[in-house]
């Protein structure tokens, strides 16, 4: 990865972990009320992320990135919520469950766009090899 995209991605990436850490630390203790707002945050992310490298991402492509790992995450939300009932220690945990996975997530897409923009591969080409390592995610 080239040193000022990197450095782009990078402001991308933590910005987005800092909104979904703060988002789930604020809705701690209201059910799935997180996943409302961050899911959004994390399509704004992919999408910057792509034109950091020169793909068009629509909306419905950054969903389509993201919706199977909000499926396979339920799980692992209502291990959360267990938690989010404890005043002050659920909100750090849920805050820190969110923007660690943002991250990853941000990273994860991060290093794919970059692999396929020295390829020269098309976005679809990119989405496919993402959605697999993606899958290793959840």
């Known amino acids: 990865m080239e040193v000022d ?7 991308i990436i933590h910005a987005a972990s800092i909104a979904s850490a703060g988002v789930s630390a ?6 799935a009320a997180d996943s409302v707002i ?3 945050v994390q399509m704004a992310m992919i ?3 792509g034109k950091v490298y020169e793909y068009k991402i629509t909306e419905g492509l ?3 990135l993201i919706s199977p790992l909000v499926v396979q995450g339920l799980g692992r ?3 959360k919520s267990l938690v989010k009932l404890i005043p002050l220690a659920g909100n750090v945990v849920n805050a820190g469950v ?3 996975f943002t991250e990853t997530l941000g990273w994860a897409v991060a290093n794919e766009f970059a692999e396929g923009y020295k390829k020269r591969l098309n976005v679809i080409e990119v989405f496919r090899a993402t959605n697999k390592i993606l899958g290793m995610l959840a």
């Open 47 to 49: 999408i910057s992320l």
């Open 5 to 11: 995209k990197k450095t782009k991605c990078h402001a």
């Open 77 to 79: 939300k209502a291990a």
């Open 62 to 64: 950054a969903k389509s």
């Open 26 to 31: 604020a809705t701690a203790q209201i059910p």
């Open 38 to 40: 961050i899911v959004p």
């Open 98 to 100: 969110s923007a660690s």
